[in-house]
């Protein structure tokens, strides 16, 4: 009976998602601080930062010193190879073709899109005077470290054991619902399936905190305002073709690079046990009380906020 409890204590489909609820929970709470700040004279970028180190970063530390797990192993702290960097350029090139042709589809669509900075962009956006380097360290720099950190860190990693498809999922829909947008969901979960395949692809944390602040200085920095005057420049047609050929052209070489890098690892591998098949798994990952207790505190959240 012992072992049994032991075996439910440690499994991943059960702690994992009630430490994204914790978070969540955490992360909506922090607004009505954001609102109080906001009305004083302190810095808010500041007050926005120490908020993201302590709503992402602390529990990670007590979840895994609760688990009796090193805070290093399963957290793809190594360097990016030399032969992983054209991977990583294409990739990217996949990463913002991609977005841009998701928000072509919104605005096609007559579809307004929020603006996909994080969470705390419209409370910063609401002071009279704004610090670029306030900006450039809370709402870009810190958030592309401190949610790397949890989502493919751990959330990730927990789930790396079920299956690398299962690990990329999972960690892109809690990624996606800790926005808290249900109309910017599939532009969230795009980005963390990439984020995640490049993390299982590098087995490196550096390559996806590259991408996410590439992206958050796009979103911060008028991708969304380009892109609606592109199209009423140079028409809708014209510019969806060209963002259609873009993403198709760095979808092929995407997955030539990782022939390549997959005949490396079947020749040296990176690690000396194959993780778990993710199809016999999914029950037990997408069908777990735990995560569907997840989704139904996301949709309460998302739904009266």
Known sequence: MSEEKRIWYKSPVVTTPLLVIFVLIMLNSSRYILQKQGDSESNIFLVITVIQLVVLILPCILYYLVKGKKLTSPMFISMIRPSHIIFIIFTLLLFISGTVLIKYIYYAGGNHITSLSGYFDSIAAEQDEVSNLGI???????????????????????????????AVIMSALCFSMLHFSLSNFPIYFFTGIILGFVTVVTRSLIAPILLHLISNTLSIYGSDLFLRVTIQKSGAFFIGFVILMIFGLS???????????????????????????????????????????????????????
């Open 136 to 166: 450039i360290i809370s709402l870009i720099v810190v958030p592309a470290f401190c949610e790397e950190i949890f989502f493919r860190g751990v959330v990730l990693s927990e789930y790396r054991g079920l299956g690398s498809v299962n």
């Open 251 to 305: 979808l092929i070489f995407v997955i030539s690079k990782l022939e390549q890098i997959y005949f490396s690892y079947a020749e040296k591998p990176p690690i000396t046990a194959l993780p778990q098949r993710s199809f016999p798994n999914i029950p037990k990952v997408y069908l777990s009380p735990s995560f569907l207790a997840l989704i139904a505190v996301f949709l309460i959240i998302a739904v009266l906020t």
